[in-house]
């Protein structure tokens, strides 16, 4: 079962470079408004959200519990937003594969320390050194991506 899981994750990550890439697009199409366009993004993805919502129901009993939660649990949606705005800012600037890349790395990072302190209510997942190597071994592998270019007019053939 966990393959299945590891192939949505990997769909999801696809979905991330595809709105990224539309965005931009949709962004550019309306005169470079970025704010414009990650606001019809989010309106639009509220909306399918809600839907689906409707559809499976129970979800007026799972609003009515938002208030009784702690309050950095709440700004999960503002985090979203404030990603979704620099994805669309950033793209055309940086360029995709240095933009994920880079957000991949501050993920990667992240998702180490919140796993190893089972910080903000989640699951302790110590950190192993073998999944520390790994994890250096991805940043390398990203900064080889994003900088190979110029570290290989360093060694010319």
């Known amino acids: 079962m966990n393959s299945v899981y590891y192939l949505l994750a990997i769909f999801a990550g696809l979905g991330i470079t595809l709105q990224t890439t539309l965005n931009g697009q949709l962004a550019k199409g309306i005169g470079g408004d970025s704010v414009a366009a990650a606001l019809f993004s989010f309106t639009a993805g509220a909306v399918c959200l809600g839907l689906f919502s409707l559809m499976r129901g129970g979800i007026v009993t799972s609003l009515a519990a938002i208030p009784a939660q702690p309050w950095w649990s709440l700004i999960g ?8 705005l620099s994805y669309v800012v950033l793209a055309p600037k940086i360029g995709l594969s240095a933009l994920l890349g880079l957000a991949i790395a501050g993920q990667i990072t992240s998702s180490l320390f919140i796993d190893h302190f089972g ?6 997942r110590p950190v192993s050194l073998i999944k520390l190597c790994g994890s250096i071994v991805m940043l390398v592998g990203l900064a080889i991506a994003l900088f190979g270019d110029r570290l290989s007019a360093l060694f010319p053939s």
Request: aromatic share 0%; hydrophobic share 65%.
């Open 77 to 84: 949606g503002v985090l979203g937003a404030s990603a979704l």
């Open 119 to 124: 910080l903000m209510g989640a699951a302790e």
